[in-house]
């Protein structure tokens, strides 16, 4: 059971993992220093937590960039087990995806947070940023809702062996939880992999009316829901 007393301000962190999450452009690999500082600044994240993203992100650091844009394609836009897009793993392709979408939109707006031209509400970095505005206990509740999906994502990348599995167990570990990995099928053709059943299959918007509120987000697993909901905050 996560533990919510006195959470660690990660104000922070949560927006450096949100960019480790990002694109390895010209921008974010030029910052990986100042980010790599950032968390050891902030402390929210144990020793070895810490210690586990110091070596991805020397590991990043001294990739060719072609090679670090290539791997990260590969790993992240190539199936639904590594997606970062949220709601792949809550509605896949259905029609609830559209409402969904903009219901988190609405969402981040109601606390003062707009979206630039084409992001997309549900992706994990801009799901931190909002995160990172929220105070620590409420950030810390909304990532211990997500922590179901985080751990599956997390056992995909480590199956995969990759480094990036450190900030999905970051996040786990800022939600109060432990890394324990789901298991994983082997893995299949990109057709396969698409056809893969859903993480969890919806959320609930209880608790986020009021706009000079802290504005957290429930996720609820499909075995605690009393009847489907039509639309879904993350």
Same mark, same amino acid.
């Given at each position: ?6 959470p660690?301000?990660a104000?922070k962190? $949560?927006?450096v993992?949100?960019r480790?999450?990002?694109y390895?452009d010209t921008e974010l690999?030029?910052n990986?220093p100042? $980010?790599?500082?950032a ?9 070895q ?8 992100i020397?590991?990043l650091?001294s990739a060719?960039?072609?090679?670090a844009?290539a /791997?990260?394609v ?7 087990a590594t997606?970062?897009h949220l709601f792949e ?5 259905s ?6 979408m903009i219901?988190?939109a609405q969402?981040y707006?109601?606390a003062?947070?707009?979206? =630039?031209?084409g ?6 970095p ?9 105070p /620590? ?7 211990a809702?997500?922590?179901?999906i985080f751990n =599956?994502?997390f056992?995909a990348? +480590? ?13 786990l570990e800022? =939600?109060?939880?432990?890394?324990q990995p789901?298991?994983? =099928? ?5 057709d396969a992999v698409?056809?893969e ?5 919806g959320c609930?918007s209880k608790?986020q009316a009021?706009t000079?509120q802290?504005?957290p987000?429930?996720i ?9 909901? +039509?639309?879904a905050?993350?």
């Open positions: 059971m996560a533990l919510f007393n006195n660690p301000q104000t962190s $949560l927006r993992l949100g480790l999450l990002g390895p690999l030029g990986l100042a $980010l790599g500082a968390l050891h600044t902030e402390r929210a994240l144990g020793p937590r810490l210690a586990e993203l110091d070596a991805m020397a590991a650091a060719e960039p072609l090679d844009e /791997a990260y590969e790993l992240f836009d190539r199936g639904r997606s970062l793993h809550v509605h896949g392709d029609r609830d995806r559209g409402p969904a219901d988190l969402t707006e109601k003062g947070m707009y979206l =630039a031209e992001e997309m509400p549900d992706y994990l801009v799901v931190l940023e909002f995160t990172s505005t929220q /620590a206990r409420e950030a810390r509740e909304f990532l809702e997500m922590a179901h =599956a994502i056992a990348l +480590q199956q995969r062996g990759s480094a990036y599995a450190s900030v999905l167990g970051a996040l800022l =939600a109060g939880e432990k890394a789901v298991q994983i =099928a082997a893995e299949e053709s990109i698409w056809q059943p859903v993480v969890f299959d609930s608790g009021k000079d802290p504005q987000i429930h609820v697993p499909k075995a605690l829901r009393a009847r489907p909901t +039509q639309g905050q993350t």
